[in-house]
């Protein structure tokens, strides 16, 4: 009988350990789809200087958009316009 898998927790996963689940899930989706597509995406905005002040960092993977940060300063709301959003008022 096989012995029963463990469950870790860590907030510090080696370079080794991502390499080895980023490989996996890859290989697995390759097998699944017969291509591999993943690749890291941002959506910036940018003040007209083009310095960065916020957006979202994510990736796509089989015709899907994961996003894994978020950031949109406040005065960039949904009321406030590109150059509100730019500019300290």
Same mark, same amino acid.
């Given at each position: 009988?096989?012995?029963?898998?463990?469950?870790? *927790?860590?907030?510090?996963?080696? @370079?080794?350990?991502? =390499? /080895?689940?980023? $490989?996996? &899930?890859?290989?697995?989706?390759?097998?699944?789809?017969?291509?591999?597509?993943?690749?890291? *995406?941002?959506?910036?905005?940018? @003040?007209?200087?083009? =310095? /960065?002040?916020? $957006?979202? &960092?994510?990736?796509?993977?089989?015709?899907?958009?994961?996003?894994?940060?978020?950031?949109?300063?406040?005065?960039?709301?949904?009321?406030?316009?590109?150059?509100?959003?730019?500019?300290?008022?």
């Amino acid at each position: 009988m096989a012995p029963e898998p463990k469950l870790i *927790l860590t907030d510090r996963p080696s @370079d080794t350990t991502q =390499a /080895v689940i980023d $490989g996996g &899930l890859a290989q697995s989706n390759e097998e699944q789809a017969g291509y591999r597509d993943w690749r890291d *995406l941002a959506v910036l905005v940018t @003040d007209p200087d083009d =310095a /960065v002040r916020g $957006g979202l &960092l994510g990736r796509t993977s089989l015709g899907l958009y994961f996003v894994d940060l978020f950031h949109l300063p406040q005065r960039c709301g949904a009321r406030a316009s590109a150059p509100a959003c730019s500019r300290s008022r």
